[in-house]
């Protein structure tokens, strides 16, 4: 479904995808930085951030935030 969004931007969807592939497959969870991202994708840390907001926005993503660690992400369905 994210791949298909005509509403997230190129990059947002590369962040889902990088976050999938990240997850445990136990918690379904993934615990990635946004620098380890903006890293793994030669992106900007601000465009990573930008994603992940969309991809919460539009109910693709859940997200806990933690300072100084890594944020905690969860896969939700979607609803455009």
């Known amino acids: 479904m994210v791949?298909?969004?005509?509403?997230l931007p190129h990059l947002a969807?590369?962040?889902a995808v990088f976050l999938a592939?990240?997850?445990d497959?136990?918690?379904r969870e993934?615990?990635?930085t946004i620098g380890d991202i903006?890293?793994?994708?030669?992106a900007s840390k601000r465009g990573v951030i930008s994603a992940i907001e969309q991809l919460?926005?539009?109910?693709?993503?859940?997200v806990e935030r933690k300072r100084h660690a890594g944020n905690r992400y969860w896969l939700l369905f979607g609803r455009e």
């Open 30 to 32: 993934a615990t990635s």
């Open 25 to 27: 497959a136990n918690h």
């Open 13 to 15: 969807a590369r962040v």
């Open 56 to 62: 919460e926005t539009h109910k693709f993503l859940g």
């Open 38 to 42: 903006a890293a793994a994708l030669n």
């Open 21 to 23: 592939m990240e997850m």
């Open 3 to 7: 791949v298909r969004s005509q509403h």
